[in-house]
């Protein structure tokens, strides 16, 4: 159908030039100027557009399986109170509870109140994610972990357990994938962009996945790829220089040494077409990079100019790896209509969690490092929201959830304080925020804090809590936010395990997973 160019607004049409106005670097050839342009207008002209139907969904994980028995905390008044300060022992964050290891009872802990449950804190280090708990922005899924069917302690050696339990590499590949009984195959994360980047992205310009933490297995797919990124922006191409600074002068034109002489040649080159299919690939696979590589850096140049996200991490003091990674993802959803991308997936990292040893002197500092990052990036969502330039979007366009390999032992593997850790376990506890969670809540259910309790392992364990939500239940609410619909047969490819589980969607069943509104149809 022809669409009247006179009924283009003055806003629409200055925010489909945008992407196009901050280009950083020439773009590859005509063909991908002409995309450029043509993606811009149909932004302008309207239809299956970058607009209010927006949705990101950001994947955290904590890789070396963080232990998240220290991030939720039992305190003075709640029953198991005493069974953590007793058997954490050297690793306990001191609740309020008089042992050896806190002789004058101090509660360390950010206190929070849970509706329904007994007095619990948040690990000393999550000064953010406790204000956004308490504002209702973020909330906790307790006990989750992966499963190939629901399990207990009563049946834990005649069922169907997730394939080498406790290793690190598995259990990272069977959360990324939430399917724990086959070898691996595809991300759960990559299925959803395999099933929908077409009818969902119809302008779309480069992957609907974006990763600014390197290959994972979370976006690998048979039919798809992430784009990487950096801290900085796109990757680009090796030995020119940072973002070609030592081949292009800033107007994109080539310098005039052996660097820019060898650059001009080399995008010369990649014009060529080629006989042999192969050679062509290849081409076409450079091509594709270099082109996809000017769409991000325009995305991340176009932040209106009403947010100021260097000020917002600078405020919160975030300047690790995984902050400047959340400030990319930060940008590039500012600037997503240069990628034309209506539903987007970012992933980003942080590692050092595989705290055997030295638990108390590493995991204070990386919780804080994770703490401004989120905050930092919270607050930048918000700030986005309150834009008077880019008007289309709002703060619960966005979920963030946090994942890692597995919870870590319950008891400790020593009694110093400066050498003692936690070994490798199960069900862990996931934190989700944004603006359509229904946060300052838990949900799942929260386990029996016992070594030898109705959660934990048989057999000597120390304390592996046995998850009592699955993977694909934690996973499949998001996917439904997100646009999949609840009991469609997409949702049955991306998670075939699923109906193994009691229903995630049944509000009045016992899952106790509503942490995200369901996903309702747009009314055509």
């Known amino acids: 159908m022809s669409k009247n160019l006179n009924h283009i607004s003055r806003r629409q049409f200055l925010r489909a030039g945008t992407c196009g106005a901050m280009t950083i670097g020439p773009l590859v050839n005509t063909i991908a100027q002409l995309s450029l342009i043509n993606s811009a207008a149909a932004s302008a002209l309207g239809g299956s557009l970058v607009g209010s139907d927006y949705k990101a969904l950001v994947c955290i994980f904590l890789r070396g399986g963080c232990?998240?028995?220290?991030?939720?905390?039992?305190?003075?008044?709640?029953?198991?109170?005493?069974?953590?300060?007793?058997?954490?022992?050297?690793?306990?964050?001191?609740?309020?509870?008089?042992?050896?290891?806190?002789?004058?009872?101090?509660?360390?802990?950010?206190?929070?109140?849970?509706?329904?449950?007994?007095?619990?804190?948040?690990?000393?280090?999550?000064?953010?994610?406790?204000a956004m708990f308490d504002n209702s922005e973020a909330?906790?899924?307790?006990?989750?972990?992966?499963?190939?069917?629901?399990?207990?302690?009563?049946?834990y050696s005649t069922t169907s357990l997730p394939k080498q339990l406790f290793s690190h590499s598995d259990q990272v590949t069977q959360w990324m994938s939430s399917i724990s009984d086959k070898p691996y195959i595809s991300g759960w994360g990559a299925r959803v962009a395999e099933l929908y980047h077409d009818a969902w992205n119809i302008n779309s310009q480069t992957s609907m996945m974006i990763t600014a933490a390197g290959n994972n297995q979370f976006m690998s797919g048979s039919s798809v790829s992430p784009f990487s990124v950096t801290s900085s922006g796109s990757i680009s191409l090796a030995g020119f220089g940072t973002n070609y600074a030592s081949?292009?002068?800033?107007?994109?034109?080539?310098?005039?040494?052996?660097?820019?002489?060898?650059?001009?040649?080399?995008?010369?080159?990649?014009?060529?077409?080629?006989?042999?299919?192969?050679?062509e690939g290849y081409g076409e696979v450079v091509r594709s990079a270099r082109a996809n590589e000017t769409i991000i850096n325009e995305a991340i140049a176009a932040t209106p100019s009403d947010v100021d996200f260097d000020q917002i991490w600078l405020d919160h003091e975030a300047d690790s790896g995984v902050a400047n990674e959340l400030k990319s993802v930060a940008r590039l959803i500012a600037g997503r209509e240069c990628m034309g991308n209506n539903r987007q997936i970012f992933f980003v990292d942080l590692g050092g969690f595989?705290?055997?040893?030295n638990i108390n002197g590493a995991q204070p500092a990386l919780l804080d490092q994770l703490d401004r990052a989120i905050?930092?990036?919270?607050?930048?969502?918000?700030a986005l929201d309150a834009s008077t330039i880019d008007t289309d979007f709002s703060y619960d366009k966005v979920t963030t959830f946090q994942a890692s390999d597995f919870n870590r032992t319950w008891t400790p593997n020593g009694t110093d304080f400066d050498s003692a850790g936690t070994d490798h376990a199960w069900g862990s506890h996931s934190f989700v925020f944004g603006g359509a969670v229904n946060g300052g809540n838990f949900y799942g259910s929260y386990p029996t804090l016992e070594v030898g309790g109705v959660n934990d392992v048989p057999s000597g364990s120390r304390g592996r809590w046995i998850p009592t939500t699955s993977v694909d239940q934690f996973a499949a609410v998001m996917a439904n936010w997100f646009g999949v619909p609840i009991g469609s047969s997409e949702m049955e490819t991306i998670f075939p395990n699923l109906n193994r589980f009691e229903d995630p969607f049944d509000i009045s069943g016992t899952a106790n997973l509503a942490f995200l509104p369901p996903y309702v149809p747009p009314i055509i």
């Not at 003075?76 to 050297?90: E, I, L, M, S, W």
């Not at 899924?141 to 399990?151: H, K, S």
């Open 375 to 382: 905050g930092a990036f919270n607050a930048g969502m918000k």
């Open 139 to 155: 909330g906790f899924i307790t006990n989750v972990g992966t499963l190939a069917e629901p399990t207990n302690k009563n049946d």
């Open 247 to 279: 081949a292009l002068n800033t107007d994109g034109s080539y310098k005039t040494n052996s660097t820019g002489r060898r650059f001009e040649a080399l995008e010369r080159i990649m014009q060529y077409s080629h006989a042999h299919i192969l050679e």
């Open 354 to 357: 595989d705290n055997h040893a």
């Open 67 to 130: 232990d998240m028995n220290n991030v939720l905390i039992p305190i003075t008044g709640n029953p198991q109170a005493d069974a953590y300060a007793n058997d954490r022992g050297v690793v306990g964050i001191p609740n309020g509870i008089t042992t050896s290891y806190n002789p004058t009872g101090a509660d360390n802990t950010l206190p929070i109140t849970v509706p329904g449950a007994d007095p619990f804190g948040m690990h000393p280090s999550l000064v953010n994610l406790k």
